[in-house]
């Protein structure tokens, strides 16, 4: 028994519509039984094979988008979908380049500890992290600096802490004058 790709044809006074099926065909060729479901219209107006071979092509890193961008909506607690556009365009166009699932892994970590809570978080998306700058974003050294920040903070609290204490004791020291 084969298993083959058939590509059906529908065709309008305005366009040609092509989709795809997988069926399987026993060696006498007399039965065909439907193995995948109907795909989603391969493209118009084109030639079916080039289509067909142009299809294969974008999804040969279906299962690293998938990856990436369920990363994504893990860490940054958003949707998105491996299959839209702009994501498949960008993550597509940076694995071509020879990046690894785990350079867009790194960018998102980066990123989400450098813009969560400030007003670049709204910036948390695959059109922003895996576009244009990713190189740059991937390069990038982890900056501590909201961990210098925090550091900051808690000398300032107990500074403050230790002033209120040093205060109380100077009153306490004059009531007992």
């Known amino acids: 028994m084969k298993e083959l790709q ?9 366009a040609q519509i092509f989709k795809s099926i ?14 995948g479901e109907m795909l989603e219209p ?11 071979e ?10 690293e988008r998938k990856e990436i ?14 299959g839209s556009q702009g994501s498949k365009g960008h993550i597509n166009a940076r694995l071509r380049e020879g990046y690894t699932v785990d350079d867009f892994k790194s960018v998102i970590d980066k990123k989400h500890k450098e813009w969560t809570g400030t007003d670049m978080e709204r910036f948390l998306t ?7 700058k990713f190189e740059k974003y991937v390069n990038q050294t982890v900056s501590n600096r909201k961990s210098a920040n925090k550091t900051a903070e808690m000398l300032n ?19 007992d004058f």
């Open 6 to 14: 058939v590509v059906l044809m529908a065709k309008t006074e305005n």
């Open 22 to 35: 997988k069926v399987k065909v026993p060696d006498d060729g007399n039965e065909w039984h439907v193995v």
């Open 42 to 52: 391969l493209t118009t107006d084109e030639d079916p094979a080039k289509a067909m």
């Open 54 to 63: 142009k299809k294969e092509k974008e999804d040969k890193y279906a299962d």
């Open 69 to 82: 961008i369920n990363y994504l909506n893990l860490v940054c607690n958003s949707r998105y979908r491996p």
């Open 126 to 132: 695959p059109d922003t992290l895996f576009g244009t």
């Open 157 to 175: 609290e107990s500074y403050d802490m230790m002033a209120n204490w040093a205060m109380q004791k100077e009153m306490e020291d004059q009531d």
